[in-house]
């Protein structure tokens, strides 16, 4: 090989992997991307039903509903609120009247199907997304935080 | 009085670190060498200071001096001792004081590594590693002050979230940090040369063994907080594609590309300036996770109080950092002589494959990881990008990669000959595909992407194996001449065989997820859980209580294939201290490599029974039994024995710094 072949064959493949790697990023940007929305969300901007997104707010207080496996609960932002169907475990700390976060698809009658239900680490702490969806309702006020920290 | 020495200290710390930031620059400018030493017994100084202080951090932990601020809000007196004493950097200051300790250490490190570093290196390395520890120094003593006193002092402590109360998680910073903060060093030899105009392959055997600590210590941190949050969160998943985890990931994988360019440049005097780009480049990934995790934009276990104040000045601290050592990569870059082309079919060539998949998988994280930042920045929406994402993108450039990794390690450098290669790498390739086509066979009917996994896993070993033997093995004839050999073969030789080798395990247990199963189940004492040939019946549920906690125990008796296997206790556990937190002790019962996994869930209204998950989990432990071993492998290749020795006392003359005079190829 000559000089410059051997530039080109490394200049070639350089740009051949970083091309793919290019177009691998933006073919999964259009498949593998989930939205996130507030219950007042999904009201007011009539999301479809089948689509698939994560869903955020508060659990409702005396809405949830255990059935074996199955618990069904309210998430509100405390002036819409939409009603939410999970089987599994729920994580430790699921309580009601705190932020959670859920993905899974929206049902044709407006029921949310979730297939997960996130974790989260902290008892006082409130999802990032929740705390913006609960301000742009107008209802945030900061928790009565300890007074450290 | 002694926090308040301890305060003191830092602060003289941040002075001496001024001093051994400009000091010898300045003298290796007037060519006075003596200033140019001051950095050495400066940087020592430097760790001697904060070693003090995080000392006596530790000491206000471990006799719960609630009159330290940071104590009152992350101890507590019932907590048991072990946790005290990790609660130290269990949060914000404390953890960011461990991060300039460790930084410190590296820098008394290299200078005290006197033997292995020409002298303008070492006081140009020394003075670019004390800026960063000035920066950080300041973060600490102005916005993330561990010594704050509370007056009049409480009663009891906030105790430390129940997660991190655990013995994973305390050794998981400490090993993590020492990955981040080791590449600061290698970050500050890039800088070094830059600033000084000379790089050659003494750069390169003197930046590698730090190069390979860091890495090493990075992996087994990955590696443990991984394990972590496999067992303790109680899904049984041991990666998430955490914004947090993908924080620790990226630094990790140009750290992997940068150990292995350096190899080029020091055997074949090549790719000096990717090099330099990939040591800055490595060391502000790991900046930019310290930010990611520290400045409350993403929302983690790893998130402590968040102040944005605090988020602010790390930010400028990054932009510092990473704005300034690039605009100085581009200012003296082109004027750093430029190595050799060289053969595309060589190992150089290989490396540089290598280099390529690597820096592209580092960069479809980087995006994945940012984009959604950005996009919320910039038009508001919220987006989150989880698993699939990465699925599409990081595998299908790690998979090329792996099967090439052992071409690569096998061929010569200069020329290497892919049909010879392939013809050596023969035996090990019919192993795999034997492998593959045995698994599937007995695993009909299961996940393809399985088999093809533990192939590729078993290539990998094999290989490695198989190139180690050829090396001692050839031309070498009977026993003695091939114990001679073996004895005589470099123990980097030896390290990267069996780092190369940890790659195969842990690609095994990671394809072997493909079978792991999963079940619920409402329980009762006297149920039976049944899966494959494994049983659990539950025996009885009862509560129990802790230090500081309480918990409810479930009970249950194992059964593989009809025989009892002993028993699993799982918890859920209530922390009183913490505003009754709770959190989920899953129970781990280990059949060699392969685990059964049982978690609680909700009690039921009915109070006697539970929901039960039972997961079964194959050949799980390869996961980070192969990480562990690819550690090995990196500290087996630091002790190599062209790392130990002297360097030349005179490095070779100088072509004259900017000198464009090209290279014939080879």
Redesign the interface.
């Known amino acids: 090989?000559t000089?410059k072949q051997?530039?080109l064959?490394?200049i070639g493949?350089?740009g051949f992997?970083?091309a793919?790697?290019a177009g691998?990023?933006l073919?999964?940007?259009r498949?593998?991307?989930?939205?996130?929305h507030g219950p007042s969300d999904v009201i007011d901007k009539a999301i479809q039903a089948g689509t698939r997104f994560?869903l955020g707010g508060l659990v409702k207080e005396g809405s949830v509903v255990?059935e074996?496996?199955t618990v069904t609960f309210d998430v509100t932002d405390t002036s819409k609120q939409v009603r939410v169907t999970y089987?599994?475990?729920?994580p430790?700390?699921f309580r009601e009247g705190q932020g959670v976060v859920t993905?899974g698809v929206l049902q044709a009658g407006g029921l949310f199907k979730a297939d997960s239900v996130l974790?989260r680490?902290?008892?006082?702490?409130m999802?990032?997304?929740v705390a913006?969806a609960l301000k742009k309702q107008g209802h945030w006020q900061q928790a009565p935080a300890?007074p450290?920290? | 009085m002694l926090v308040e020495i301890a305060h003191f200290s830092l602060a003289l710390a941040l002075g001496l670190s001024l001093v051994q930031m400009v000091i010898p620059v300045w003298g290796v400018r007037r060519n006075d060498m003596a200033l140019a030493r001051v950095g050495e017994p400066a940087a020592v100084g430097v760790f001697l200071l904060l070693f003090f202080a995080f000392g006596v951090l530790m000491y206000a932990y471990a006799v719960s001096d609630f009159s330290v601020q940071n104590v009152a809000e992350n101890s507590h007196s019932a907590k048991p001792f072990i946790y005290k004493l990790t609660g130290t950097w269990g949060n914000h200051e404390g953890s960011m004081l461990l991060w300039v300790l460790i930084l410190a250490l590296f820098g008394a490190l290299v200078a005290v590594a006197r033997k292995s570093l020409p002298d303008r290196l070492r006081s140009g390395t020394l003075a670019a590693q004390a800026s960063v520890t000035v920066a950080f120094l300041l973060f600490i003593l102005l916005t993330s002050n561990p010594f704050n006193r509370l007056d009049p002092a409480p009663p009891e402590g906030n105790d430390l979230n129940p997660l991190l109360q655990d013995l994973g998680l305390a050794i998981h910073p400490p090993l993590l940090y020492i990955g981040y903060v080791g590449f600061s060093i290698t970050y500050a030899f890039a800088i070094a040369a830059l600033i000084d105009g000379r790089i050659d392959a003494v750069w390169a055997r003197a930046v590698r063994p730090w190069t390979l600590a860091a890495w090493l210590f990075l992996t087994l941190g990955i590696a443990m907080g991984s394990y972590w949050a496999y067992y303790e969160l109680g899904w049984g998943g041991w990666w998430f594609w955490d914004p947090v985890e993908n924080a620790s990931l990226m630094p990790w994988l140009a750290g992997t590309a940068l150990i292995h360019s350096t190899i080029v440049m020091e055997k074949r005097d090549s790719l000096k300036v990717w090099t330099i780009l990939l040591a800055i480049l490595t060391f502000s990934l790991s900046l930019l996770g310290t930010f990611l995790v520290r400045s409350g934009v993403l929302t983690s276990v790893h998130t402590f109080a968040t102040d944005p104040q605090r988020g602010l000045f790390i930010l400028i601290i990054l932009m510092v950092f990473i704005g300034g050592s690039l605009a100085l990569f581009a200012w003296r870059a082109p004027m750093l002589r430029q190595g050799g082309l060289f053969a595309p079919v060589s190992r150089e060539g290989a490396l540089v494959i290598n280099n390529l998949f690597l820096a592209a998988a580092c960069g479809t994280v980087f995006i994945g990881t940012l984009y959604p930042l950005a996009l919320e920045g910039l038009t508001g929406a919220k987006i989150s990008v989880g698993p699939p994402f990465f699925n599409a993108t990081f595998l299908p450039l790690l998979i090329p990669l792996l099967l090439l990794l052992p071409f690569g390690q096998s061929m010569a450098w200069k020329r290497g000959d892919l049909l010879g290669t392939a013809q050596r790498l023969a035996t090990a390739i019919i192993i795999g595909v034997v492998a593959t086509v045995m698994i599937f066979a007995v695993t009909y009917g299961g996940p393809v992407a399985a088999p093809l996994g533990i192939g590729l896993g078993v290539f990998l070993i094999a290989s490695a194996v198989w190139d180690l033997g050829e090396r001692i093995m050839a031309r070498a004839s009977g026993f003695r001449a091939i114990l001679a050999r073996a004895a005589g073969l470099p123990r980097s030789a030896y390290g990267s065989a069996i780092a190369h080798a940890g790659v195969g395990i842990t690609v095994i247990g990671i394809a072997a997820t493909a079978w792991a199963t999963e079940d619920i189940a409402v329980m009762k004492p006297g149920d039976r859980l049944s899966r494959g040939g494994t049983t659990i019946i539950m025996q009885q549920i009862f509560p129990h209580t802790g230090p500081n906690y309480r918990e409810m125990v479930g009970r249950f008796a194992v059964e593989v294939d009809g025989k009892e296997r002993g028993v699993i206790d799982s918890m859920k556990r209530t922390f009183i201290t913490r505003n009754n937190m709770q959190t989920t002790e899953a129970g781990i019962r280990s059949f060699g490599p392969s685990q059964l996994y049982v978690s609680l869930g909700e009690i039921q209204p009915d109070g006697t029974s539970v929901v039960v998950r039972m997961y079964t989990k194959p050949l799980i432990l390869l996961i980070w039994i192969g990480s562990v071993i690819m550690a090995l492998g990196g500290a087996l290749s630091i002790t190599d024995r062209r790392f130990r020795v002297a360097a030349p006392a005179k490095p070779r003359a100088r072509a004259g710094a900017g000198d464009p005079h090209p290279q014939p190829a080879e």
């Open positions: 090989m000089r051997r530039r064959a490394i493949s350089c992997v970083l793919v790697a691998l990023v073919f999964a940007m498949e593998s991307i989930v939205f996130f994560r255990r074996g496996q089987t599994g475990i729920l430790d700390l993905e974790a680490h902290d008892e006082t702490y999802p990032r997304e913006d300890k450290q920290s």
